[in-house]
């Protein structure tokens, strides 16, 4: 009995180590992660991005809809989905808001992207990290 309660107690030392270990890594990848976001968008002239409390006013338990038709919904509790325009389907996942306002969301099938929304000339505009301009409805 003795031999057994040491391999025990050594699977859970190295079960625990690796735990440790991929937490430290998970931390540092969502560490240095929002920055490298933050630092891909290109603003336009007359571009001013909206600031973390902007973002967090407008998303609160909103749809935001665009104008090719599709809408975002923001939940309070970070549950999100967008609805494509024409019963094209919905997406899933959860999203939360930088202290710089990037948006980012986490979908179900395990993609990821992250948004800016500025206002630029009198209109708001969500921008996507590949650079893609979405006008949002008054």
Do not use: K, Q
Not at 16 to 40: G, Q, Y
Not at 50 to 78: H, K, Q
């Amino acid at each position: 009995m003795p031999h057994a309660e040491v391999i025990a107690r050594g699977w859970i030392a190295r079960s625990t180590a690796r735990s440790l270990h991929l937490m430290r890594a998970l931390f540092a990848f969502l560490l240095f992660t929002t920055p490298a976001h933050a630092e891909t968008f290109t603003l336009l002239s007359g571009d001013e991005a909206l600031e973390r409390a902007e973002v967090i006013a407008m998303t609160a338990n909103n749809d935001v809809a665009f104008f090719e038709g599709g809408v975002s919904r923001y939940s309070v509790g970070g549950a999100y989905s967008y609805t494509y325009a024409n019963d094209g389907g919905t997406a899933y996942g959860r999203f939360n808001v930088a202290p710089d306002g990037l948006i980012c969301i986490a979908f179900r099938n395990g993609r990821s992207r992250c948004d800016r929304f500025v206002r630029s000339h009198g209109r708001l505009v969500m921008i996507t990290e590949n650079g893609d301009r979405f006008p949002v409805r008054p």
